[in-house]
Structures are given as structure tokens and as C-alpha cells.
């Protein structure tokens, strides 16, 4: 099915232990995003990619990095994962900025 | 203060009801907004996109801004089981900035 695809879709780390969250979207999009999910937080951008080759942060992008890999992959990289980095955690593709967004399936991270 | 408050419910109601979901915002620049359907354990789904005010209708669904009262509403017709999920509004400023989601409403309709 055409979508946005996130791997794994669970994962347990211990503190310090870091881990790459892998998303790829076979829709042609040129936005891609990073969002987390916790209760009573909403979703939360953490860094987004506007187009190929370039990545900004977002509303809360410490403790994280980025990779675009190419115009399909949008990688996010906890270096040192942390208890309060666990969350259930989103990537999203629009065609662009003012374009509703196609979410994938969502990791859930449990650090601890 | 939260850009977008959006009260959490949970809301229930009897299958064929007509639902209000709705959402406030504090920044009077936001003029494109969203609605997403979101069903337990999986990612949020796009459901109604407009931009700036009025209403735009797609099925059962209605989408509503009032710009005036910082105030945006999603109305479900006829509603079924199947529409039993959390629903989350979006919104931005401009082209090219960020979206600002509402931490979501839970509805369940009841057969």
C-alpha cells in the first residue's frame, strides 16, 4: 500500500542506549516530518524536512537528530535515549508545507 | 498558555447523533486549519483541510471556522460506530510554518 512506512513499530531501550527510528514514503511528497505523541500533549513537531536536503528543528528537537536521506527517507536518531524520550513517535509526509499530511503507523519508544 | 486547546472528552453518543468537535486557538494569525481522525494504535488520518472561514462539507463531515471567536468546529452526521476515534485539529499561520495539533477528543458511538 502507497503510505509512509516507520520501522520498528516497538522498541525497548535503556538509558544512554542510542537508536535510529527509520521512515520512507513512496508517494513522491517533498515534506517530510517528525512528530511525538504523548497524553495530554498532542503531537509535537520535533524537526522536519521542507525538501531534499535541508532539516529544521521543531518545537522540540532537543536529545534528537535528523538525516533526509534522499526525497523517500527521513531518519530520527536518539543519541542517548532518556526515560522522558519515551513516547509513541510519528513520521509524516505532505506534498508541501500547506498541505495536509500522510502519517505512518507510529513507533512506540519505551525507555527504561 | 497552549496555541489550540481542545477539550479531551471522552464524548459518547448513540449511533445516528450529530457530533460537535471542537477547538480553540490564542493566535489570531492561524488561517489554515485541519482535522484528523486518529483510531487507537494507529497514525492520524486527514479528514477535513480548510483555509481561512465558513464551512466546507465532505459526506457527513463539516468543517467550520470562525476566525472572529478563534474558533473551529467539526460536525459528524448520522454518526456510526465506525466514527468511534480521536479527533485532532491542526492549524498554522502561513505557507511553510508549523502546524499546531490539539491534544485530541475521544468519541465513541454507541450502537
Known amino acids: 500500500n502507497a503510505g509512509v512506512t516507520q520501522t520498528p513499530k516497538f522498541q525497548v531501550l535503556k538509558t544512554g542506549q542510542s537508536m535510529t527510528l527509520q521512515c520512507a514514503q513512496d508517494m513522491n511528497h517533498n515534506s517530510m516530518y517528525w512528530y511525538r505523541q504523548d497524553p495530554g500533549m498532542g503531537l509535537r513537531l520535533i524537526y522536519y524536512?521542507?525538501?531534499?536536503?535541508?532539516?529544521d528543528k521543531g518545537e522540540v528537537p532537543n536529545g534528537y537528530n535528523v538525516s533526509r536521506l534522499n526525497k523517500r527517507e527521513f531518519s530520527l536518531r536518539l543519541e542517548s535515549a532518556a526515560p522522558s524520550q519515551t513516547s509513541v513517535y510519528f513520521c509524516?509526509?505532505?506534498?508541501?508545507?500547506?498541505?495536509?499530511?500522510?502519517f505512518g503507523s507510529g513507533t512506540r519508544l519505551t525507555v527504561v | 498558555q497552549k496555541e489550540v486547546e481542545q477539550d479531551p472528552g471522552p464524548l459518547s453518543v448513540p449511533e445516528g447523533a450529530i457530533v460537535s468537535l471542537n477547538c480553540t486557538y490564542s493566535n489570531s494569525a492561524f488561517q489554515y486549519f485541519m482535522w484528523y481522525r486518529q483510531y487507537s494504535r494507529k497514525g492520524p488520518e486527514l479528514l477535513m483541510y480548510t483555509y481561512s472561514s465558513g464551512n466546507k462539507e465532505d459526506g457527513r463531515f463539516t468543517a467550520q471556522v470562525d476566525k472572529s471567536s478563534k474558533y473551529i468546529s467539526l460536525f459528524i452526521r448520522d454518526s456510526q460506530p465506525s466514527d468511534s476515534a480521536t479527533y485532532l485539529c491542526a492549524m498554522s499561520d502561513g505557507p511553510g510554518n508549523q502546524f499546531y495539533f490539539g491534544t485530541g477528543t475521544s468519541l465513541t458511538v454507541i450502537p
Open positions: 509524516a509526509s505532505s506534498e508541501s508545507r500547506t498541505y495536509g499530511y500522510t
Open positions: 524536512s521542507a525538501s531534499e536536503g535541508t532539516t
